[in-house]
């Protein structure tokens, strides 16, 4: 029996999302080994917690109303491809740098599905959590824990925090925040986790670690998420179309 989750009534059932693999580097694990542990993943941990179903399918031309989880080499090549949040034609896109992730000595399936978990709930990611003192948390599900990680199939995935992370209120023994059990309270991290922040409109990031704030100052973030949480980021109404002659 197909079971239509609350977060999907009324949209006609999961979300497509075609898989495009641009990258000329190898991602570690066969492309499509890879797409089929993500959807594992997703339908065996993450959807039964936040109860939005989505259909990953490999492809090289994805349909027009379908949102697009892409590979590419690095942040450069996505920006000449006139990528933004969206699509050309108004679907979601997400995006892995698979050079990026390798030269941060990370893993194509964390980063992958890192990616993936965060599309699904906040696709645009323009979605914020308001705490007591006013201070919002971006709604970003593996941000907090993005260094924890879990296999499925062999296949290592990230570490994700459920909803009561967002949730600013005390709940009851037992409650957990995250997957793996790590984070013990709303907008906890691990040390290898950071948090995006805004106060009085200024946006920042808040890290679990000295250790973390060091590496993240030395990671590549071109075109990651949390650059289109900034004020000055790249914003959606002015996303470029592909150049002459590419897709």
């Given amino acids: 029996m197909n079971v ?12 497509r999302i075609a ?3 641009m990258a000329r580097v190898d991602l570690g694990v066969p492309f499509d080994k890879l797409t089929a542990a993500l959807q594992k993943c997703y339908d065996l941990h993450f959807l039964p917690i936040w109860g939005y179903p989505v259909k990953l399918y490999n492809t090289k031309v994805a349909a027009p109303t379908d949102w697009q989880f892409v590979y590419f080499d690095d942040a450069d090549t996505a920006g000449a491809l006139g990528y933004h ?10 995006k892995v740098f ?5 030269a941060d000595h990370q893993l194509v399936s964390v980063t992958a599905s890192h990616e993936l978990f965060e599309m699904a709930i906040d696709p645009i990611a323009n979605l914020w959590a308001e705490a007591a003192d006013g201070t919002e948390y971006a ?7 993005e260094e924890d990680t879990f296999p499925v199939d062999g296949i290592q995935m990230s570490n994700f925090v459920h909803p009561a992370w967002f949730e600013p209120f005390k709940h009851p023994p037992g409650t957990k925040y995250d997957h793996l059990g790590l984070v013990a309270k709303p907008y906890g991290m691990t040390k290898g986790g950071y948090v995006i922040i805004k106060k009085k409109g200024k946006v920042s990031q808040v890290y679990g670690s000295k250790a973390k704030e060091k590496r993240f100052a ?3 973030r071109l075109g990651h998420r949390s650059e289109y949480r900034k004020p000055n980021g790249r914003r959606i109404p002015k996303r470029r179309r592909p150049a002459p002659g590419k897709r």
């Fill in 139 to 145: 709604y970003e599900m593996s941000d907090p824990v």
């Fill in 218 to 220: 030395r990671e590549d």
């Fill in 85 to 94: 949040d969206l699509t050309k034609d108004g679907q979601p896109v997400s």
């Fill in 4 to 15: 239509i989750r609350a977060a999907q009534a009324g949209q006609g059932g999961p979300v």
């Fill in 98 to 102: 698979v050079k990026t992730t390798l």
């Fill in 19 to 21: 898989c495009i693999n």
